[in-house]
């Protein structure tokens, strides 16, 4: 008997590296992606952005979403692609009102008293983020295939703020108010974005995402019984439901400003990564973090404006301390505009060229 050839296996794929991290491997140079990277630096992205009619135009249209997504891979060669949108797509997409002015950033029509949580449901949710489902779709189909392509959510209570502030905030006066004054009504707001959420980040993946991040931009602001309650319980409750259902998919979870109460992320939240702001030591992140999990980041995206010598130090700081094992280069906040792209070609080189020759010999 001759075989067919259709009996012949291909040839196992290699995981992507970004993937291998997120595993649990520790890579001699370790992947690269920067948040925010699809943004207002690049040239090619604001001639894109002076195109489309506003911001959510943008993020809803797969034509000029892909095509952002992919500027930063083609200029970079970066391991990871982030899908191109907004956190603020879901409170859109749950019926309250979103708009971006030039200039001042996100509006929202803020939610003023608990009654206002009426007006919100998540009967629509998929039908109005249909359009980042398919821009997914073609970026799985156009990404090299060595890149890793990254799905996003706020987390509950970053999304929340903006809901309750109707835009940026300051002092979080509004969601405090409603946190202290409140609670159950909040409680509530929480519980449907711990909802919405999850059936978000369970249709991106889907559509294709082979990795999802939840930024929980402004965990800092809380004590710690409110962080737990309002923070790292929803975060939990999303790992635990992606977890059961879409097992295999790592979730990278960034509570940005936890201070010490990272430790109880690393010990309570099941995520497969952290990212790490950039106030957080490295030796105590590797030794108290690393163990249980991989970790992503923390360059001050400053430094990167600098560049120079500070710029060098710092990255081989990072990697020194960090890179030995599971680690995901990344910045500890997200790029600014004013980030020239000269230096953010010096750091993916510095970060390839990891490990340094010691001696002459590796
Ligand atoms: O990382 C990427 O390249 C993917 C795209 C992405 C954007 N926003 C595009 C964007 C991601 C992952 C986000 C996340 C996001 N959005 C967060 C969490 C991360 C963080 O930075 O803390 C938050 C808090 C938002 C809400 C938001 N969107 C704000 C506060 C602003 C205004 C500030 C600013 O940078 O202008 C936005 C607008 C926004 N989102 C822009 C981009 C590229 C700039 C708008 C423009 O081009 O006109």
């Known amino acids: 008997m001759s075989r067919t ?30 948040m925010r990277q699809a943004g207002r630096y690049l040239p090619e992205y604001r001639a894109i952005r002076a195109e489309a009619k506003g911001f959510l135009d943008l993020c809803f249209t797969p034509d000029m979403a892909v095509e952002v997504t992919l500027q930063p891979i083609r200029r970079f060669g970066f391991d990871a692609a982030i899908l191109f949108s907004d956190i603020l797509v879901v409170p859109h997409a749950l019926g309250q009102k979103v708009w971006f002015e030039e200039g001042s950033g996100p509006r929202l029509e803020a939610l003023e008293r608990p009654g206002d949580l009426e ?22 189909r156009e990404l090299p295939a060595e890149t890793t392509l990254i799905g996003f959510a706020g987390a509950p209570w970053t999304v929340a703020s903006y809901m ?31 909802e919405a959420t999850g059936d978000y980040l369970i249709a991106q993946i889907d559509a294709g995402a082979e990795a999802v991040q939840i930024f929980d931009s402004w965990a800092g602001i809380w004590p710690e019984a409110q962080l737990r309650r309002w923070c790292l319980e929803p975060a939990k409750a999303l790992v635990a439901r992606l977890r059961r259902e879409r097992p295999g998919v790592p979730v990278i979870v960034f509570p940005r400003g936890a201070g010490v ?14 990212g790490l702001d950039t106030t957080v030591p490295l030796g105590w992140a590797r030794a108290a973090l690393q163990p249980k999990a991989c970790l992503q980041g923390n360059l001050d995206p400053l430094a990167l404006v600098a560049g120079g010598e500070g710029l060098r130090r710092g990255t081989e700081d990072i990697l020194a301390q960090l890179a030995g094992g599971p680690f995901v280069f990344n910045l500890g906040h997200g790029i600014v505009p004013e980030t020239p792209l000269e230096h953010v070609a010096m750091l993916v080189e510095q970060i390839r060229a990891w490990p340094r020759r010691a001696g002459g010999a590796r």
């Open 5 to 34: 050839p259709s009996a012949v296996n291909p040839a196992p794929q290699p995981a992507k590296r970004m993937l291998r991290a997120l595993g649990g491997e520790s890579l001699a140079s370790p992947p690269v992606w920067l």
């Open 164 to 194: 309750l502030e109707g835009g940026s905030s300051r002092d979080f006066a509004a969601g405090k108010r409603w946190a202290y004054g409140a609670p159950e009504a909040l409680q509530r707001l929480i519980d449907l974005l711990v």
């Open 119 to 140: 007006r919100l449901g998540r009967d629509g949710l998929h039908e109005a983020l249909a359009p980042v489902y398919e821009t997914l779709r073609r970026l799985k």
């Open 261 to 274: 109460l990272y430790q109880a992320y690393a010990d309570e939240c099941g995520a497969e990564a952290l």
